[in-house]
């Protein structure tokens, strides 16, 4: 997808929701903070604070960010609303297929319809790349997040158990969702 940003949202609604595409190290900066925001928040339900400490450091750090773009095929996208950043979501086409590796939102965004907007951005850049499928990993116990996803058309393929270090795993459902690709 082009730089910039993209707008999703009926003509009739208050407020649109703009997918903007980080590249710089100002943004890569802005996004490490909002992903540490949101995973301080919404994780500690579901996994330990060291997991999530670790987890951020690891994956989530401006450095370990600025990687993933710059050296491992990955694209970010922070989600903005009224102009706020409502969320964030990271992708990397791979296999023939969309890997949404990150799809997170402040809890004072959730609920607000915007996943399903995040959704028909996502098939559209399937469509757009010629990918049949998204798919994604989603911890077994994210009760929350695995109803949004069968909601959005996903089904459970698998599970799978990665060690990540540091004594640490990731316990996962891995999800897909077929895209047409006329």
């Known amino acids: 997808m082009e730089r910039g940003t993209l707008t999703f949202g009926k003509e009739d609604e208050l407020v649109?929701?703009?997918?903007?595409?980080?590249?710089?190290?100002?943004?890569?900066?802005?996004?490490?903070?909002?992903?540490?925001?949101?995973?301080?928040?919404?994780?500690?339900?579901?996994?330990?604070q060291q997991q999530i400490d670790y987890m951020v450091a690891k994956?989530?750090?401006?450095?370990?960010?600025a990687d993933q773009i710059g050296n491992q095929g990955y694209e970010y996208y922070v989600m903005r609303a009224g102009g706020v950043n409502v969320g964030y979501l990271g992708i990397k086409p791979e296999a023939g297929k969309l890997f949404l590796s990150k799809f997170y939102m402040?809890?004072?965004?959730?609920?607000?319809?915007?996943?399903?907007?995040?959704?028909?951005?996502?098939?559209?850049?399937?469509?757009?790349?010629?990918?049949?499928?998204?798919?994604?990993?989603?911890?077994?116990?994210?009760?929350?997040?695995?109803?949004?996803?069968?909601?959005?058309?996903?089904?459970?393929?698998r599970t799978q158990v990665a060690d990540i270090g540091n004594g640490f795993v990731m316990d996962d459902y891995v999800m897909e969702k077929e895209i047409a690709t006329d």
């Open 106 to 157: 402040r809890q004072e965004h959730r609920g607000k319809g915007y996943a399903s907007r995040a959704m028909e951005f996502l098939v559209e850049a399937c469509k757009s790349r010629k990918l049949s499928a998204i798919w994604l990993t989603v911890n077994r116990h994210n009760d929350a997040a695995i109803a949004v996803y069968e909601k959005k058309g996903f089904r459970t393929v």
């Open 59 to 65: 994956f989530q750090s401006a450095e370990a960010l």
């Open 16 to 48: 649109d929701l703009a997918f903007h595409r980080v590249e710089t190290e100002e943004e890569i900066a802005g996004l490490a903070r909002l992903a540490s925001e949101i995973w301080n928040e919404y994780f500690v339900r579901i996994i330990s």
